[in-house]
Structure formats: C-alpha cells, structure tokens
C-alpha cells in the first residue's frame, strides 16, 4: 500500500512548551490510524499542523508523495485532505444542506464573485452540487433533517453534519477529531460500520483522533500513541492495548507498576479510574462510559 500522508519529524513550540517533539508518522493509502494519547498529548496540535492551521518549527508533512508543508490550509484541502473539529464545525444558523454546501465550494470551479453575480455557468454549477449535497445528506442519514437548522440538531446529528461537511469536500484523506465524543456507546460503535464503508466504498483513507477504545480496537488497522508530545508507540490495536508504556501514560505511574488496573477475565486490563474513555478493553466489552 502507498503511503498516502508522511509525517516527519514534527516539532511544534508554544513558548515554552514543546508540545510536539520529532513527531513522525505514516498513514497509508486504504488504512483507518488511530492518533491516540492522553488529554494535552498533542493529538489536535498535529491534526493543525497536518492542515496547515499550525505552523510548527521544524518537520515536514507530505501528502501523495507531496511535500505540503508551505501551503496553506485550503490549498491542501484542495489536494484531498479534510478533517473534521472536536468541537464542531458546523455552522449553527445554517441549515443541514447549507452547511454541505458552503462545504463544497471549495471545489464550486468558480469565485465567490462570479457567484454572487450569478454569471453564465454557476447556476449549472450550482444545480450540479445541490445534487451531490443532497447525495452526501442522504448517504449520512440526515434527508430527514436536511433543512433544519444546524444549532437545533442533537449534538449527535450535528457531528454526523460535521462528516457530512468533511465528506463534501471530495477528500482523500478523512481526518476525524474524536468522532465518537458525545455519541452513546451504541452510536459510538455504529460509527465503526460508517468508517469502514467510508474507506471500502469510497476509498478514504481515515486518521483519526479518538479515546474510545472499542471504536479504536474495532476499525484501526494501526494506532499511534502520543504522550507529552511525543510517539510513545505504534502498532496494531491489540498489542497497544496491552503496551505497558500506554497502560502507565495514561494511569500515571512507571511503564514496570503502573497505577492500578482493575483485574479482568483475560490478559487485557480495564480501568476504572481516569481517564474514563480510556479503560483498556477486553474484545467486545463495553465499558459505558463513552
Ligand atoms: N494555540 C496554542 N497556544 C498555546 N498552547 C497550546 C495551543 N494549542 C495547544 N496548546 C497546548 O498544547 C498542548 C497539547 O494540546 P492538544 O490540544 O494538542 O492536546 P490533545 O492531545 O489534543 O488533548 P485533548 O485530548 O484534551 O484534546 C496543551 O498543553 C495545550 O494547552
């Protein structure tokens, strides 16, 4: 498999905080990663400096073979990179519909102006994404609520929006920024059949960020783990979830006693105590606190 995103040697400096550190990583065409870590790891800052929101000092990001790091954010949006936001990125006062379309027009084909002037051919444009939005919509479920207005949706539905928004842009490369916080543990593991046919049918390649574990055991095919800014690991979920560094990063303590997992029925471990999206689950548990 091609690598489709190369990451190397990220280092980004708030001040006096290093908050990522000789950070590289790959993600390979047709692969769902999993960007995993404890809260203040750094796992939103490189989804910034991926997307060209942040400027890191040092490092450099490649898309496609492509050395991206000097272009700005919507020029590698253009080439296929797309995310979604933590805490949203729809807009509240638009409806459902509208926010999928003010998605897609970064690939509209015309200026804003030519638009707004309605000049010959944008309103043949314009017809042909109506079209594909309401395709996009339907394929997420949300025909039902296409012209409501966003900021009246559950938190749920605007997070699906949000996907929907993301997937408007025609990306290569998904780049989901914990999609399963806020969801129900069901919804939550519903999504995996979503990612899943996003990459299969549509030939994503998804990153995500994400501190759900079944969601992260269930559809990553590789996980890497973040922790003070730097790779703490890599691997297959399986063998992460059973990583002595991770267990103790994320309970605190040392990677040889790290702070008190609770017993479980096999070699994995779960957690009772904080963080509590980051119990280290047996296969097929769940923990009910997504
Ligand atoms: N613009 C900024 N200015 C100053 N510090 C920042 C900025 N952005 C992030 N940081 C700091 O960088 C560190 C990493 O933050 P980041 O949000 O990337 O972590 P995270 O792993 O995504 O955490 P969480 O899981 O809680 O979302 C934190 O200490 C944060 O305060």
Request: aromatic residues 6%; negative net charge.
């Amino acid at each position: 498999m091609k690598q489709l995103l190369k990451v190397d040697g990220l280092h980004l400096r708030f001040g006096g905080l290093q908050v990522l550190n000789d950070l590289s990583l790959t993600v390979r065409e047709g692969q769902i990663v999993g960007l995993i870590g404890p809260n203040g790891a750094g796992k939103t800052s490189c989804f910034n400096c991926l997307t060209g929101i942040y400027q890191p000092q040092g490092g450099r990001v490649y898309f496609d073979g492509r050395d991206v790091s000097h272009l700005p954010t919507h020029r590698r949006a253009r080439r296929g990179m797309a995310r979604t936001w933590q805490n949203l990125g729809v807009i509240d006062s638009l409806t459902v519909t509208e926010n999928v379309m003010l998605a897609q027009h970064q690939r509209a084909g015309y200026s804003a102006l030519a638009g707004m002037l309605g000049l010959a051919g944008t309103w043949h444009r314009e017809r042909e994404l109506r079209r594909d939005a309401a395709e996009i919509i339907e394929y997420f479920g949300l025909d039902g609520v296409a012209d409501e207005r966003a900021g009246e949706l559950p938190y749920g539905v605007r997070k699906t929006c949000d996907m929907a928004m993301a997937l408007a842009t025609d990306p290569r490369l998904l780049m989901l920024d914990e999609p399963a916080s806020g969801l129900s543990p069901e919804e939550a593991l519903g999504l995996s059949t979503t990612l899943r046919e996003l990459r299969d049918r549509l030939r994503l390649t998804i990153l995500m960020i994400e501190h759900h574990v079944p969601l992260v055991a269930e559809v990553c095919d590789y996980v890497y783990v973040l922790n003070f800014g730097e790779l703490l690991t890599e691997g297959e979920p399986e063998a992460i979830q059973r990583h002595p560094e991770v267990i103790a990063a994320y309970l605190g303590g040392t990677a040889e006693s790290p702070a008190e997992p609770e017993a479980a029925d096999d070699d994995t471990v779960q957690f009772a105590s904080e963080p509590p999206e980051w119990p280290l689950m047996a296969e097929g548990k769940s923990n009910g606190t997504a």
